[in-house]
């Protein structure tokens, strides 16, 4: 395993695995991964700049997408003190 992923390996099941394998994944496995709707997804994957276009398929690339919410999670956890 690469990065920090070592250090959570007792909480990651063969759904975070298998993601894991992706560099970019579609709208739809974002939505069903993250549990989140079209909208919020799309929404802030274009504020990341982590949209990819190939042609006619739109494609997320999941380190940025994961970056950015992890830098969400904080401002949203910095709020609440």
């Known amino acids: 395993m690469s990065g920090d992923v070592w250090m959570f390996s007792d909480q990651i099941d063969d759904e975070d695995m298998e993601f894991m394998q992706h560099e970019f994944v579609t709208y739809s496995m974002a939505c069903d991964y993250y549990r989140l709707g079209l909208k919020p997804v799309t ?8 949209v990819y276009k ?3 398929k739109v494609l997320i690339r ?3 997408f994961e970056t ?14």
């Open 43 to 50: 929404r802030m994957a274009h504020e990341c700049g982590a």
């Open 62 to 64: 999941r380190s940025i």
């Open 68 to 81: 950015y919410l992890r830098t969400q999670r904080k401002v949203d956890g910095e709020d609440d003190d």
């Open 54 to 56: 190939i042609g006619r």
